[in-house]
């Protein structure tokens, strides 16, 4: 286990209500790349997370270019499928549904690999950048629900590594905090309004 919630009920219902309420009021876009870049730009950041070199630069934008098709296209649906959906539905959806999304993640992770990481530190190079958080906040998702699919992928369990120590394990492992301890979600009653406005969003992203 990677991980020992020690959340609450009460905790995690109020965390899983403002977590929805953000992904129902901006776009997954805005939440995540497109907010970092600005962060990047606005607080003047050490240069490795977004390179003023225009190669290293064009690198991270080609990257996250790919990762909305491929990485996100497959990883969070890992989440929905396993405890999201049943959770708000009140219905676990069959297994071939799993196993669709696992084929397509496992395609992306082979291109990731061969395409992006090859036999480098990082997405990028030797210094870890936006790039590589991106990926591996997607990655993180499947892993919380049960799903490692790092394993019997050791160029990729290496990467994550050096990503944690990069980042600093500590934080690395509380910026995770809400994905790691996401099948405590199951054990939760869900206000019925609650279920009845977001089970239809779920659905519609599964499609």
């Known amino acids: 286990c990677l991980f020992t919630p020690v959340l609450s009920s009460s905790t995690l219902h109020h965390r899983t209500v403002m977590w929805f309420s953000s992904r129902l009021k901006f776009s997954w876009e805005l939440s995540s790349t497109a907010i970092l870049l600005y962060l990047s730009r606005k607080y003047n950041t050490p240069d490795h997370w977004y390179p003023s070199d225009i190669q290293k630069r064009a690198q991270v934008d080609e ?7 491929n990485i996100r296209a497959n990883a969070p649906k890992t989440m929905w499928i396993k405890v999201l959906i049943p959770l708000f539905t ?7 549904k799993l196993q669709e999304v696992m084929e397509g993640l496992s395609t992306s992770l082979k291109q990731f690999e061969e395409r992006f990481l090859q036999d480098k530190a ?4 030797s210094e870890i950048s936006l790039a590589d958080l991106v990926a591996i906040v997607e ?3 499947p892993v919380g629900v049960g799903c490692d699919i790092f394993e019997d992928r050791p160029r990729l369990m290496e990467w994550r590594r050096r990503v944690e120590d990069a ?4 934080l690395f492992f509380q ?4 994905i790691l301890s996401v099948k405590e979600l199951s054990n939760i009653q869900i206000d ?3 279920k009845e406005q977001l089970a239809p969003v779920l659905m519609k992203m599964l499609k």
């Not at 990257?63 to 098709?69: D, N, P, R, V």
């Open 90 to 96: 009140g219905q676990p959806l069959p297994s071939e």
């Open 192 to 194: 019925p309004q609650l």
């Open 139 to 141: 990655l993180m998702q």
């Open 63 to 69: 990257y996250l270019s790919w990762h909305h098709a």
């Open 175 to 178: 910026a995770h905090e809400m």
């Open 167 to 170: 980042v600093g394990k500590e």
């Open 122 to 125: 990082f997405i990028i190079g």
